[in-house]
């Protein structure tokens, strides 16, 4: 097997056992804003929210100069809303002030410089999480900064989190959806749009899905980047294995 063959092999072995909530996937599937839709109004349909397509992209990083940087897995926008969605396999990772702070940076991007505050929208940053964040949490917990059910009826006077926990579900049709963000194999997926993508991604080859070229693409950089990594850290331990030998010889061992 050729080195392209054995990269191409070592993908498709990845490919098999990841899911939705999984980086390489995350990033390519919800760069279409129609799949990010889907996604959302699922999710906070149980809120009467209802969003309507608009534009998304993956890993928008929003840079600080003077405090934190966020990135945003997956952002979203149309004409009423901005959303950051984002994805955690280990609550560990996740807390309510993380999730404030992103909500921050969220309303900043909103507002460009010298915009009037009342053309600002209705922002949500959403995290699914692979288990609970808040105590005693449902699968689905939304924390309300500005709401327009407790404030006036102004467009864009509300602010939430929401968490979802993927580790526990019910056969709602929200539930049915958080199961198959964890599943790792389409023909197990009960969401008809979400099982349809899977099985394209994982049973398509590189040159006959788009998809799978973009996150082939992720690949090969995140393999480069690894490699890369490696190789520095081996020239660092090299390098000071060779210092120690030089010491050694010339001073001995005097410790």
Request: aromatic share 10%.
């Amino acid at each position: 097997m050729n080195p392209h063959e054995d990269k191409f092999e070592m993908f498709y072995n990845l490919l098999r056992s990841r899911t939705l909530m999984d980086d390489i996937i995350a990033r390519t599937v919800f760069k279409s804003p129609i799949i990010v839709a889907y996604v959302l109004n699922k999710i906070l349909k149980p809120y009467g929210e209802l969003i309507s397509d608009g534009y998304s992209t993956t890993q928008k990083d929003i840079t600080n100069i003077f405090n934190r940087s966020v990135c945003f897995d997956v952002y979203f926008e149309n004409s009423d809303y901005v959303i950051d969605l984002e994805f955690s396999k280990y609550p560990g990772d996740v807390s309510i002030k993380r999730a404030r702070y992103y909500s921050s940076a969220l309303d900043a991007l909103d507002l460009p410089k010298n915009e009037p505050y009342p053309n600002m929208r209705t922002s949500y940053v959403i995290f699914i999480v692979n288990g609970p964040i808040l105590p005693k949490q449902s699968f689905i917990e939304r924390i309300e900064g500005f709401s327009t059910e407790k404030a006036l009826p102004i467009k864009g006077n509300a602010r939430y989190i929401v968490f979802v926990d993927t580790s526990q579900c019910d056969n709602s049709e929200l539930g049915r959806m958080i199961h198959d963000l964890n599943c790792a194999d389409p023909d197990h997926m009960q969401d008809p749009v979400l099982r349809k993508i899977m099985r394209d991604l994982k049973n398509s080859k590189e040159d006959e899905n788009m998809l799978v070229k973009d996150m082939m693409r992720i690949f090969n950089e995140e393999f480069k980047s690894q490699m890369e990594h490696d190789r520095n850290l081996a020239l660092q331990e090299g390098m000071k294995e060779g210092e120690e030998k030089n010491r050694k010889k010339c001073f001995g061992d005097v410790r």
